[in-house]
């Protein structure tokens, strides 16, 4: 097992060996709104719902996750976009959810994990996904004092007053990247390389718009591109409108790398889309600061073009070439 990176290839084979039925992961989008897949569980009660998964004990998942409540609290071990490691089982028996939590522990065994310093805490948890309300006893997993994951034995599984076919669902959820940041050191946020020297909200902004892109997603004024276009903007706003340095390419290209290999995507993808959307933003991001200071003569200028031809712009009307060169920095 690759302790680094936690090889995709690698889990997969350790979970087949013990019989899972092993699902490709899901596009994150949740809807056509702006909600995304947030936990394996639910592209994995979704299939089943819709009979695409047939009546299974152990299924696992790999599944790429937007947490976007998570967007203005980012730091070590907290990220908008992250892996969540999820196996399930439905109609099964609470001895055969143990089994499926123990396999996670013999894995956690095998990463030199110690025994003794994963500690639990349960409780009841009753929830309403959707329409379908569930509810059952839960398990927060801590390792060195840091949530890893969670499982939920449900056995109460209901759409209104009525079953949905679902006496019982297990439902086992571990975050791959705090595994490996607690088993590793370093930063959480290291996909490849070290990439301590950028800040964490810079690096979970890349590369949540890289897992957006992987999974095809334009930035727009509505749905799901509403998205792309805000992250697009806080990091905007974080850089102060500066260019992209070679550093932060490394990283975005790093992230789309990253993404891919979890997302299971093998065709090619360019960060240009990304990349104009950034400068598209920071162009608005420019106009604005001209604006507040009393520079009247801006509303003609189209932000959907490169850094020379705005600044070229910005020169036609009239703002100064060192005011310009100061803001274009």
Not at 121 to 129: A, C, L, S, T
Not at 156 to 162: M, N, R, S
Not at 275 to 291: A, G, K, P, W
């Amino acid at each position: 097992m690759d302790k680094k990176i936690l090889d995709k290839n690698e889990l997969e084979k350790y979970f087949l060996e013990k019989e899972y039925n092993c699902l490709k992961p899901h596009s994150i989008v949740n809807n056509n709104d702006t909600i995304f897949v947030s936990a394996g569980i639910q592209p994995i009660l979704k299939d089943y719902c819709e009979y695409k998964i047939n009546e299974c004990e152990k299924i696992y998942i790999a599944q790429p996750v937007i947490r976007t409540q998570f967007a203005n609290s980012v730091s070590e071990g907290s990220s908008i976009a992250f892996v969540n490691l999820t196996t399930s089982g439905f109609n099964i028996t609470e001895e055969k959810h143990n089994i499926l939590v123990q396999d996670f522990f013999e894995l956690f065994s095998i990463l030199n994990m110690k025994k003794e310093e994963i500690v639990k805490k349960e409780d009841e948890y009753e929830d309403i996904w959707g329409s379908i309300q569930l509810s059952g006893k839960r398990t927060f997993y801590y390792y060195k004092n840091i949530e890893i994951g969670d499982t939920t034995f449900f056995t109460k599984i209901l759409k209104g007053d009525k079953k949905i076919g679902i006496e019982t669902m297990s439902d086992v959820g571990f975050g791959l990247e705090r595994i490996r940041w607690l088993i590793n050191g370093g930063s959480y946020f290291n996909l490849y390389s070290d990439s301590a020297k950028i800040d964490n909200y810079i690096k979970a902004y890349l590369s949540v718009l890289s897992l957006l892109r992987v999974n095809d997603i334009k930035p727009s004024n509505k749905n799901c591109g509403y998205r792309a276009r805000l992250f697009s903007k806080k990091l905007v706003n974080l850089l102060k409108a500066r260019p992209l340095s070679f550093e932060l390419q490394s990283y975005l290209i790093e992230a789309l790398k990253y993404w891919k290999n979890w997302q299971d995507v093998n065709h090619e993808i360019e960060t240009n889309i990304i990349e104009q959307e950034y400068i598209r933003n920071c162009n608005r991001y420019i106009i604005d600061i001209l604006l507040s200071e009393g520079y009247d003569n801006l509303s003609g200028i189209n932000i959907n073009v490169s850094w020379e031809e705005f600044q070229e712009k910005l020169l036609a009307s009239n703002v100064e070439p060192e005011k310009i060169k100061k803001l274009l920095r």
